[in-house]
């Protein structure tokens, strides 16, 4: 271990076993005051809270290394080289993939998708064939593969859900067939909390020769994650959702399909030599990776991913469970509410309406007691409309989440149903 | 409860977010126009009679919060029965009240039961769910064919 990678090391705290009061501590942010009342912070499967942690490697990053990468040769630039390949290792072990060339950074999930159906689609998903999808996808892991139909003239097919929003494992084996060139699911529902039993999902679509991308922008702060035990070819996250930094996200390929795929946009950093007769390109990552990329994004997603490290996984699955458990119980006993989205495997994700009351109302006089929930269609107009219902009032949970605030969102609730009495 | 809560959720939006009034379909309207908030989905369809340039009848269906629904219902009471130049005067002190908030030129009371939506301005991401209906309203007197968006 380097000398710089130790001197990381006491940012890296350790919270054994699970106290979530003194975790709290560790995000800034909640200790404010909304319209003078503690802020109850329930939105964040929009966005996670980062923790001092993060905020600090970032900007150490911008006051001590500061340098474009795979550029210069001077001290500054290895530096920041350094620290930007030691994400990657990062990545790399937080999916537990077997390569660190394995690994490409993007701006988040949405250009994982984006990057995945502009070039492995391009290349073999044609006119005929078919890409296969879910009923509970948010928008980023639909309307890309719309586009690439359109392109191809191949045609997008969707497999359904039932009511509690369980995806229906056996109507999902009937749509992949020999056409299927492609599945894209997600691995938690943004809306519904569901988690998906993405392994035997990997298995029917591999019986058919399709390999399957996951969307894992919901699961990557809650699940502990491993490409290879869940047999997926691609796997994408977002930073800012798993407590780093907006605008970076990593997207894993299976190395095979990597090398096989063309670029996704030409620039810096993908080539290995230019001339105007013939350009050739660099190997994955790089290949993939096209300008200057999102250095400090990359350090800060580190940082996220080491503080991820820092927390005993279990301990905070359990907690988390615990919290859904005491959140689903508690809003149970408000009148008028229904839960959308009652999978038996679900993380802290609870969507719900309100008899007679708009999810925006409810958005509304909410924030006046300093509660931020998510209200809207959530960027899933399809999974809306599945439920017959034009919007959801959404409170998702992190790992600082605790019973205070689902009492804090009763508490609110009473006071909306209050204002429409 | 705050009071600029208290303001925004007066007892004449909430009864007319319960209770739209005009909530229904017009047998061959002159005019029709749609809205859309593509933020949080709201959507609505507006329809009205121009006769001889008066507004013999308007109507709305759709879906939305109270805030829009109550500004829908409020509007069709507002300029039913008023002239298309009356009606567009109308739009633009509504709109008005609504970004700029009440003062001494436009004082909140001008604008009658409209009144009511004064309270909106304190809240500028609902801005837009009490404008919907407005926006339409122009939409459908001009005529224009494409869905009015706020976004």
Same mark, same amino acid.
């Given at each position: ?7 990381? &090391?006491?940012?890296?705290? +350790? ?8 975790? +709290?501590? @560790? ?24 923790? &001092? ?21 001077? /001290? ?10 030691? !994400? ?6 937080f999916l537990n993939a077997a390569h660190a060339e394995e690994i490409v950074f993007v701006r988040g999930t949405t250009e994982a998708v984006n990057l995945v159906a502009q070039t492995y689609g391009k290349v073999h998903v044609h006119a005929g064939d078919e890409v296969l999808i879910s009923a509970m996808e948010h928008h980023s892991n639909i309307v890309p593969w719309q586009m690439l139909c359109e392109q191809s003239g191949a045609r997008l097919r969707v497999a359904p859900i039932d009511d509690a929003g369980e995806l229906q494992l056996d109507e999902l084996e009937r749509l992949i067939g020999p056409r299927t060139k492609l599945l894209a699911i997600s691995h938690v529902s943004n809306v519904l909390g569901t988690v998906n039993p993405i392994q035997s999902i990997v ?31 691609? /796997? @994408? ?5 798993? /407590?780093?930094? !907006? ?31 013939? !350009? ?94 998510? !209200? ?23 790992? /600082? ?21 | ?16 977010? *319960? ?29 009205? *009679? ?29 300029? *039913? ?46 801005? *837009? ?23």
């Amino acid at each position: 271990m380097s000398e710089r990678e130790s001197s990381l &090391q006491p940012l890296v705290q +350790r919270f054994e076993p699970y106290q979530v009061e003194r975790l +709290r501590q @560790a995000f800034p942010i909640l200790a404010q005051r909304i319209y003078g009342k503690p802020l109850v912070y329930l939105d964040s499967a929009a966005t996670s809270q980062k923790p &001092q942690a993060v905020i600090d490697a970032m900007s150490r990053f911008f006051l001590e290394e500061n340098a474009n990468v795979h550029r210069g040769v001077h /001290y500054l630039s290895l530096r920041a080289t350094e620290a930007y390949e030691q !994400t990657r290792a990062k990545v790399q072990r937080f999916l537990n993939a077997a390569h660190a060339e394995e690994i490409v950074f993007v701006r988040g999930t949405t250009e994982a998708v984006n990057l995945v159906a502009q070039t492995y689609g391009k290349v073999h998903v044609h006119a005929g064939d078919e890409v296969l999808i879910s009923a509970m996808e948010h928008h980023s892991n639909i309307v890309p593969w719309q586009m690439l139909c359109e392109q191809s003239g191949a045609r997008l097919r969707v497999a359904p859900i039932d009511d509690a929003g369980e995806l229906q494992l056996d109507e999902l084996e009937r749509l992949i067939g020999p056409r299927t060139k492609l599945l894209a699911i997600s691995h938690v529902s943004n809306v519904l909390g569901t988690v998906n039993p993405i392994q035997s999902i990997v298995e029917l679509a591999h019986a058919q020769g399709a390999p399957v991308l996951v969307d894992g922008a919901q699961a990557a702060p809650h699940l502990q994650l491993d490409v290879r035990a869940l047999g997926c070819d691609f /796997y @994408a996250l977002s930073g800012h959702k798993m /407590y780093g930094p !907006t605008g970076i996200g990593a997207l894993y390929g299976r190395r095979e399909l990597l090398e096989a795929m063309p670029p996704y946009q030409g620039g810096g950093d993908m080539i290995l030599s230019v001339s105007f007769d013939k !350009t050739l390109y660099n190997k994955p990552p790089y290949r993939f990776e096209a300008g200057t990329p999102n250095m400090v994004g990359a350090i800060g997603l580190g940082a996220a991913i080491d503080f991820l490290g820092g927390l005993d996984a279990d301990a905070l699955a359990a907690h988390e469970q615990a919290v859904l458990a005491y959140a689903q119980e508690a809003l149970a006993t408000v009148p008028g509410l229904r839960l959308i989205g009652t999978a038996r495997d679900k993380i802290g994700v609870l969507s719900f309406v309100l008899d007679g009351i708009h999810p925006h109302d409810i958005g509304t006089i909410l924030d006046r007691e300093g509660i931020a929930i998510r !209200t809207g269609h959530h960027c899933a107009q399809p999974l809306m409309q599945r439920y017959g219902l034009a919007a959801t009032a959404r409170a998702s949970l992190g790992c /600082y989440s605790n019973e205070q605030d689902i009492d804090a969102l009763l508490a609110g609730l009473a006071k909306v149903q209050e204002v429409f009495r | 409860m705050s009071d600029a809560l208290r303001e925004l959720y007066q007892e004449v939006i909430v009864d007319h977010g *319960k209770r739209p009034r005009n909530f229904r379909r017009i047998e061959a309207p002159s005019h029709t126009a749609q809205g859309f908030n593509p933020l949080c989905g709201d959507q609505l369809r507006l329809e009205l *009679k121009l006769v001889d340039g008066v507004i013999e009848d308007i109507a709305f269906q759709g879906e939305g919060c109270a805030i829009s629904q109550a500004s829908a219902s409020l509007l069709t009471l507002a300029v *039913k029965g008023m002239r298309q130049e009356q009606a567009l005067e109308l739009f633009a002190r509504v709109h008005m009240l609504l970004t700029e908030g009440p003062n001494s030129q436009l004082p909140a009371e001008a604008l009658g039961k409209l009144a009511v939506l004064a309270g909106v301005w304190e809240f500028p991401l609902r801005v *837009k769910c009490a404008s919907l209906a407005w926006h339409t309203l122009r939409s459908a007197l001009a005529g224009d064919p494409a869905p009015v968006s706020t976004e």
